[in-house]
């Protein structure tokens, strides 16, 4: 029965969940003065893309799950910031955030374009 629901079908959020996984990964090697900063903040907004693609999907209308989407690719920049100061703060290195950022901007721009085909599909 949990294979049955819409939101896991698509690729975008496939690619999320292993994000959030890589996320927690990086995160676990922040100092741990860090947990209740940096580390949850960037946890729960990679968490973030995830269930709002779900929750969207369950909505019940295309436009108003395009606005979850939506708010999920603010989740990705809100991650992409976070790593910027992990960078900034020497936790994570050079090659580490170009990787991740890399990643979180493909599931940015598949959220942009499920957001465009959901909008044409609506007009």
């Not at 991650?79 to 901007?105: D, H, P, Q, R, T």
């Amino acid at each position: 029965m949990i294979n049955t629901y819409k939101f896991k079908k698509l690729e975008v959020w496939q690619k999320a969940v292993k994000f959030v996984t890589e996320i927690y990964n990086l995160t676990s090697r922040f100092p741990t003065s860090e947990r209740f900063g940096l580390v949850d903040q960037l946890r729960r907004a990679a968490i973030s893309i995830t269930l709002n693609i779900a929750e969207g999907s369950g909505s019940g209308s295309d436009p108003e799950f395009a606005r979850f989407l939506r708010i999920a690719q603010r989740s990705a920049f809100e991650v992409i910031a976070g790593l910027e100061i992990a960078y900034n703060l020497k936790f994570i290195n050079l090659s580490e955030l170009e990787k991740i950022v890399e990643e979180c901007n493909l599931i940015s721009a598949m959220l942009g374009g499920l957001i465009k085909k959901i909008n044409s599909d609506c007009k």
